[in-house]
């Protein structure tokens, strides 16, 4: 028997179709977890946006408590606001990459965004959770104290804002690193 040779068209193919098919698969997830992650970022942000209670009490007329109260409550809305907005820009690079799965330079581009964006919302979070902590907790030393006994409808919508932007962070997490693995394969 001879052994036949293989050509060289042949063998690319034959190793290209499952790289080209991890590709896709992970641009689906891409653009599934980007679906998600904005939604959780517009969440937060909504939600941490329009807070707001009031309460009654003999000795002051009212007592109120507002996000905007807190530098940080407030850079917490900005940061999941502009990562929304971003993730919601790059849904369309996203769904190219699912059309054209070998292309580099965008997911490059897009890699070095998302790294940026999970950068300032880990930011904003981790901000935002040391005030919802003291709101929760207190501290007598700094004479900090805990609010949420009086503003329970506050100190819950809060919390689930900070819920919502840590799952956000995690899902931009896993497109990086699905990102870098449908780079390393190309």
Not at 14 to 23: D, Y
Not at 103 to 131: C, G, N, P, Y
Request: proline fraction near 2%.
């Amino acid at each position: 028997m001879k052994a036949e040779a293989v050509e060289s068209g042949e063998a690319s193919t034959i190793i290209a179709t499952p790289r080209r098919g991890l590709n896709r698969g992970i641009s689906i997830a891409d653009l599934i977890l980007r679906g998600f992650a904005a939604i959780g970022t517009f969440g937060s942000a909504m939600t941490m946006g329009t807070t707001n209670e009031t309460l009654a009490i003999f000795t002051q007329p009212l007592i109120r408590a507002r996000y905007d109260d807190l530098p940080s409550l407030t850079f917490f809305v900005i940061a999941n606001s502009i990562v929304c907005g971003y993730l919601v820009l790059s849904i369309p690079l996203s769904i190219f990459h699912f059309i054209r799965s070998e292309a580099k330079i965008t997911r490059v581009i897009l890699l070095i965004f998302d790294t940026a964006m999970v950068e300032l919302l880990t930011a904003a979070a981790s901000a935002a959770t040391v005030v919802v902590y003291l709101a929760h907790k207190g501290n007598a030393s700094a004479n900090w104290l805990a609010i949420c006994q009086q503003f329970d409808n506050f100190c819950e919508r809060i919390s689930g804002s900070l819920v919502g932007s840590f799952a956000s962070i995690t899902m931009i997490t896993l497109i990086i690193f699905a990102s870098a693995v449908a780079l390393s394969w190309n």
